[in-house]
Each structure stands twice: as structure tokens, then as C-alpha cells.
């Protein structure tokens, strides 16, 4: 994102060291008086020498400040500068290279393509460990070419690596960029493991693409590129219903792409990105300044700040267009989206190439793990997975190995499947029933067990890839909270208080974290305004109808349900599923004005969620609490 702040971590170089030569005193090499040199505290070729240095190191600032701990383009206007980071993207753990996680990654960073990216570079920094007895490589690869290979020195270490992109890879708008580590540990002694014995961590807020704007942000999809981790959505004044419902739908859809949302009435102070949402009139109270021209999405300015004004609520199509791959057509300042229909996953199955998992060839050893996360929100149906079809390419191996594949679903071991041979293979792991979450993660590790080992025995690297149409197969049902995705599948209502809009940031706050967690991808709903559920499937946000029977009931400062009497939070929700006398819905009451976090639901009926922590409670109304024993004594 352009943004005149950063935190500088770029790499010194040593200067040269003294290099004048001394000589016994009196001689020509003596610096002291006395001397038959220049006379005085240093000779004369120390001085040229010494200036000769400061040149080289002026020239080298100027030429690359990262040397000196700046970015490249910190001395020029702030609204030329360019950078955008892993955090941008949502990674907010970063991204960690291990034998446990995975030794190789891929991400993909979004740039401008109208204001072109000069002199762009990859900035890679995190931390480093690697064992004393280790050799470990740190390869980069941009859009499949390798760029960057280096060693990674021994011990804990901070890694301080650039790498100077090309201008090929910035011209289509994003950047694809995958780390791997290779090597091994050293053979001085017996090792049986050919694990690497080390881990890279890449820094979200410091790992990040960077470079000098020819020009100012001036186009719709290079200002949506530009849009950072934190955005902000700016409703001035009182905005009416439709302003409401683009807010939300434009809040979930971010949330959903990976930003953190927070709405506000006014320009905020703090750094992140800004999304303006109002007339023409109420943005340029704001101090906006918009591209010349007429349209429902336009690009402008705040200052010296690149900020997107979205002018009429145009709430069914413009949070879609500026949230999905069409908007990289909006090569002017304005934009006029009136329809854009989204193809939708169907079937009773769902590719790993659907899910967006990166399946490359890939060396192995002895193992190697692939990582699958999903939510059963974006899933067909919003159907739970019963099983994970694997087709893999494995090569022959010697007569006393074989190959293995483990599946595990949210840390617990599903199945282990022996490969009945070499070439391409198809496996079925069966997925244990009730174990599902709203948020899951599949991990698949590929192994290969010998009958033979040792430190005579050689160890071979073979080339493996697990196919892109490896397959979720679905069918399964739910419980609790994990019946909602299914139940709003083809669509629901989002049922609303008219005194939402009292305090329409506060409540938009509220309501957009869960919204997003529970609706499919990019999936339009409808709102509802003072209503009662009808014959669709809802979303009632506020206060419970009594005529709803919620297990759990917020009322007069209290939170009650059979085995429950509490006092309220003074931040928080309340999250139950509930059932009208023709639908299931899910009812969602906030309490002051809760964060943006969201817990892990699962198959409970009902969650507590406080800022911060969370309580489940069962369909019996009694909260659940883990474990239900005693502690273990110390001694």
C-alpha cells in the first residue's frame, strides 16, 4: 500500500576498514609529524583513500538505501510510494518453512498495473534456525523463475534478504512468489532422519513487495490493489438503509478476502487503508477529491492519501466487483458495475484446484505434508466433508520401500492408506463424522518407509506431486452451528432493527464479522428491516422475539438459559441457532460493542463470545467446560 511510514530493516554493508599503510616512524608511511609524508595526524593517501570511500558509500545510499535500513522509494512523495505486504494479504501469523509446516510456501501480492512499479523489489525478513550440523538453502522462486538462492547461516539468525524482482513480473498486476528451503543435515555423525532441522519465519508486516510509483494511484483497480490489511469504511452523516446493507455486504466480503473492517463516520487518524462510501456532497465534506469523470465506484484522493469513493449504494453489485477479479478491468478513475454474477462451486465434490491449494512438483525424502484449509460456508451446499479423494504421482521406488499417506482433519489422525503402487494413484481417506468445525484443515503427509536404514544407506530424493483434482467428497450433515452454512445455502434473510441505524458503525461492527464467517463466498443476502422470519432461512441480529424460544437469553443486564444466570459482558455476543415455526435461523445479539474476532465454531448450539474468550453452550442450555476433571497434581 502507499503509505509514507515504515519500519526500516534493511541490510548494511561494511564500509571499508582503514586501509592506509603505517610505516616505521619517520618514514614515509608515518602519519605522525615528523614524517616525510603531508605531516600531521594521517598521510596523504589515507585522506584520498578516506574520500574515495565516503563517494562509494554516498553513491551506494543513493543507489540502494535498503543497504542503510531504508526503503527505496523513502525519498520520494508519499503518494508515489508503493509497498504491500503479507499482512495486506491476511497472513497474520506469517509464513513458517519447517519439516512440521511445510518446507516450501506460495502467495501471490497484488500491484499497481497502470501506475507502473520502478525499480520493484521482494523483501524478505523474519528469523531464521538452523542446526549447527545443517545445510540449509533458502530458494525464491517469481512466476516459476528462479530468483534469490542463498545459504542460511547456522544458529538463530535474522533474516535480511532482497530480491530485485523484474519488470515482467509486476506488469500483470501481482506478483507469485513461492520459498523453498532444501539441503540437509550433515553426515559427520550418524543421522537417521533426513529431516532439514530448521525453521524460516517470514515477518507479515516486514516481508513485502516494494518500489517507486511513476505516477500516483489514479485508476479503480490500482487503488483496490493498493488496499491494505486494516481498512476502515467511512460513512459520513446518517446513512440511510442502503447505505447500511452496501456497508455490510462490502465489510463481509473484505473480511472474507482476508482484511480486518472497521467502520467509522469520520476520516480516522490511524495508518490503513480507507474506503469512502457517500454522495459526491458528503465525501467532499470529507475533504475527497475525486478523478474527473461520473461513475458508482471512482478513484481520488485525500490529501496525498489514495482513497476510493464508492458514490451510489449500489449494494447487489459493487461489494462483488471490487472484491473479485473483475474489477482488474477498471483501468480508468471511474467505474459503473451493474451486474456481475458470480459462478458458484456445485456438486457433491470440491478440487483441491478449487479450494486455491498450491499443488507443484515437489522433492521428497522420506515425508512431505500438504496443508488444506476450508470453511463449510464456501463448500457446495455448505455440505460437510465425508471423505478426501487423493490422486497422487509417485515414482518407483526400491523393493523394500513403500509409500504411505496420512490424513489428518483438525489434528486428529483420520486415516493412514499404504500406495498400492507406483505412477498415478487414487486413495479414499475416510473423515471421522463429528469432528467438522465451520474452519477446517485437512493435512495429507506423503511417506516413504524402508525395511532398510541406516548411515550406509543412501538417501534418494524422489519428485512427487499431489494432482489438483484431489477431491472433498461431500455429503455429510452438521450439528449445531455447523448446520448453518447448510441452511443458508440458498440464501437467507439478514433481519435488522431500524435502530441499527442509531449508531450504524457500532452496529455495522457487530453484525459484519459474523455475517462473513457464516455466508458462502461472495454469496448476495437479502435485508430485512423490522420483520419477522418468514419462509426463509435468517439472520436475526439484535434482540430475540420471544416467540423464537432462544436457549440463551440476554435481557436486564442478565444472560440466562437452563443452567445459566449471568451477568452480561460489557463486550460481546451472543450466537445461538434458532427455529421459527417454518425455518431454522441463526440469531446474533451483541452486547456494547464487540471486536472483530471470531472463535472457532463448531457443532454447539450456542456461543458466548466475550472479547476475546469464548463459552460453548449445549443444546441442553449448561455450559461446557474443557476439561471436565480435576488437575493434575504437581510434585
Known amino acids: 500500500m502507499t503509505d509514507p511510514t515504515d519500519d526500516p530493516a534493511g541490510t548494511p554493508i561494511e564500509g571499508p576498514t582503514d586501509g592506509a599503510a603505517v610505516g616505521p616512524p619517520g618514514s614515509p608511511a608515518d602519519g605522525r609529524a615528523g614524517g616525510a609524508g603531508v605531516g600531521g595526524w594521517a598521510p596523504r593517501g589515507a585522506l584520498i583513500f578516506l574520500v574515495v570511500a565516503l563517494l562509494v558509500v554516498a553513491l551506494a545510499a543513493l543507489l540502494r538505501p535498503s543497504w542503510f535500513g531504508a526503503d527505496p522509494a523513502d525519498d520520494v512523495a508519499p503518494d508515489r510510494r508503493f509497498r504491500t505486504t503479507l499482512l495486506d494479504l491476511g497472513v497474520e501469523d506469517?509464513?513458517?518453512?519447517?519439516?512440521?509446516?511445510?518446507?516450501?510456501?506460495?502467495?501471490?501480492?497484488?500491484?499497481?498495473?497502470?501506475?507502473?512499479?520502478?525499480?520493484?523489489?521482494?523483501?524478505?525478513?523474519?528469523?531464521?534456525?538452523?542446526?549447527?550440523?545443517?545445510?540449509?538453502?533458502?530458494?525464491?522462486?517469481?512466476?516459476?523463475?528462479?530468483?534469490?538462492?542463498?545459504?542460511?547461516?547456522?544458529?538463530?539468525?535474522?533474516?535480511?534478504?532482497?530480491?530485485?524482482?523484474?519488470?515482467?513480473?509486476?506488469?500483470?498486476?501481482?506478483?507469485?512468489v513461492q520459498v523453498r528451503l532444501t539441503g540437509n543435515l550433515g553426515q559427520r555423525r550418524c543421522n537417521l532422519t533426513t529431516d532439514l532441522g530448521s525453521l524460516v519465519v517470514l515477518d507479515p508486516k516486514r516481508t513485502r513487495v516494494l518500489g517507486e510509483l511513476d505516477e500516483r494511484l489514479q485508476t479503480v483497480r490500482d487503488q483496490v490493489a493498493d488496499l491494505a490489511h486494516e481498512v476502515t469504511l467511512v460513512l459520513p452523516g446518517k446513512p440511510d438503509q442502503k447505505?447500511?446493507?452496501?456497508?455490510?455486504?462490502?465489510?463481509?466480503?473484505?473480511?472474507?478476502?482476508?482484511?480486518?473492517?472497521?467502520?467509522?463516520?469520520?476520516?480516522?487518524?490511524?495508518?490503513?487503508?480507507?474506503?469512502?462510501?457517500?454522495?459526491?456532497?458528503?465525501?467532499?465534506?470529507?475533504?475527497?477529491?475525486?478523478?474527473?469523470?461520473?461513475?458508482?465506484?471512482?478513484?481520488?484522493?485525500?490529501?496525498?492519501?489514495?482513497?476510493?469513493?464508492?458514490?451510489?449504494?449500489?449494494a447487489d453489485v459493487v461489494p462483488t466487483f471490487m472484491t473479485t477479479d473483475v474489477v482488474r478491468t477498471a483501468d480508468t478513475g471511474v467505474a459503473s458495475p451493474r451486474t456481475v454474477d458470480l459462478e458458484q462451486l456445485e456438486g457433491k465434490q470440491v478440487t483441491l484446484n478449487d479450494l486455491g491449494v498450491d499443488t507443484p512438483v515437489v522433492p521428497i525424502t522420506d515425508r512431505r505434508s500438504w496443508r488444506v484449509p476450508y470453511t463449510l460456508a464456501d463448500l457446495p451446499g455448505g455440505s460437510v466433508p465425508t471423505a478426501l479423494r487423493?490422486?497422487?504421482?509417485?515414482?518407483?521406488?526400491?523393493?523394500?520401500?513403500?509409500?504411505?499417506?496420512?490424513?489428518?482433519?483438525?489434528?486428529?489422525?483420520?486415516?493412514?492408506?499404504?500406495?498400492?503402487?507406483?505412477?498415478?494413484?487414487?486413495?479414499?481417506?475416510?473423515?471421522?463424522?463429528?469432528?467438522?468445525?465451520?474452519?477446517?484443515?485437512?493435512?495429507?503427509?506423503?511417506?516413504?518407509?524402508?525395511?532398510?536404514?541406516?548411515?550406509d544407506v543412501r538417501q534418494t530424493s524422489y519428485?512427487?506431486?499431489?494432482?489438483?483434482?484431489?477431491?472433498?467428497?461431500?455429503?455429510?450433515?452438521?450439528?449445531?452451528?455447523?448446520?448453518?452454512?447448510?441452511?443458508?445455502?440458498?440464501?437467507?434473510?439478514?433481519?435488522?432493527?431500524?435502530?441499527?441505524?442509531?449508531?450504524?458503525?457500532?452496529?455495522?461492527?457487530?453484525?459484519?464479522?459474523?455475517?462473513?464467517?457464516?455466508?458462502?463466498?461472495?454469496?448476495?443476502?437479502?435485508?430485512?428491516?423490522?420483520a419477522a422470519p418468514s419462509a426463509r432461512p435468517f439472520l436475526l441480529f439484535g434482540d430475540t422475539p420471544p416467540e423464537l424460544s432462544p436457549l440463551v437469553t440476554v435481557a436486564d443486564g442478565r444472560i440466562t438459559s437452563t443452567g445459566l444466570d449471568i451477568s452480561t459482558f460489557a463486550q460481546g455476543l451472543v450466537v445461538q441457532t434458532v427455529r421459527s415455526q417454518t425455518q431454522a435461523g441463526l440469531i446474533v445479539t451483541p452486547v456494547g460493542e464487540p471486536g472483530p474476532d471470531v472463535p472457532?465454531?463448531?457443532?454447539e448450539v450456542a456461543r458466548l463470545v466475550a472479547d476475546g474468550p469464548s463459552v460453548i453452550v449445549n443444546a441442553d442450555g449448561r455450559v461446557v467446560s474443557v476439561p471436565a476433571v480435576r488437575a493434575e497434581s504437581g510434585g
Open 94 to 176: 506469517g509464513i513458517r518453512l519447517s519439516d512440521d509446516n511445510g518446507t516450501s510456501a506460495s502467495f501471490t501480492l497484488p500491484v499497481p498495473v497502470d501506475s507502473r512499479l520502478e525499480d520493484p523489489v521482494l523483501r524478505l525478513r523474519g528469523t531464521t534456525e538452523v542446526a549447527e550440523s545443517g545445510t540449509v538453502f533458502l530458494r525464491v522462486l517469481v512466476d516459476g523463475v528462479a530468483a534469490y538462492v542463498a545459504e542460511l547461516p547456522r544458529g538463530t539468525k535474522d533474516l535480511d534478504a532482497d530480491v530485485d524482482l523484474p519488470a515482467s513480473s509486476v506488469r500483470d498486476g501481482q506478483v507469485q
Open 600 to 603: 472457532d465454531y463448531g457443532r
Open 390 to 455: 487423493l490422486d497422487m504421482l509417485v515414482p518407483p521406488t526400491v523393493d523394500d520401500a513403500r509409500w504411505w499417506v496420512q490424513v489428518r482433519l483438525n489434528d486428529d489422525l483420520a486415516q493412514s492408506i499404504q500406495l498400492p503402487g507406483a505412477g498415478r494413484q487414487r486413495v479414499t481417506a475416510t473423515l471421522p463424522a463429528g469432528a467438522e468445525l465451520l474452519r477446517n484443515e485437512v493435512v495429507i503427509t506423503l511417506l516413504r518407509d524402508r525395511d532398510v536404514g541406516g548411515c
Open 463 to 530: 519428485d512427487v506431486q499431489l494432482l489438483p483434482a484431489s477431491a472433498l467428497v461431500l455429503g455429510g450433515t452438521g450439528a449445531g452451528l455447523t448446520t448453518v452454512p447448510a441452511t443458508f445455502a440458498d440464501g437467507f434473510d439478514v433481519i435488522l432493527p431500524t435502530a441499527a441505524l442509531d449508531d450504524p458503525t457500532v452496529s455495522l461492527d457487530a453484525l459484519v464479522p459474523t455475517l462473513a464467517e457464516f455466508s458462502g463466498w461472495r454469496r448476495n443476502t437479502a435485508f430485512d428491516w423490522d
Open 243 to 314: 447505505w447500511f446493507e452496501l456497508a455490510a455486504r462490502l465489510g463481509a466480503f473484505l473480511t472474507q478476502q482476508g482484511h480486518v473492517i472497521d467502520f467509522a463516520d469520520k476520516v480516522p487518524k490511524h495508518p490503513g487503508s480507507l474506503v469512502l462510501l457517500g454522495s459526491l456532497e458528503d465525501l467532499a465534506d470529507l475533504g475527497w477529491n475525486p478523478v474527473d469523470g461520473d461513475g458508482t465506484v471512482q478513484a481520488g484522493q485525500k490529501g496525498d492519501r489514495p482513497v476510493l469513493g464508492v458514490i451510489e449504494p449500489a
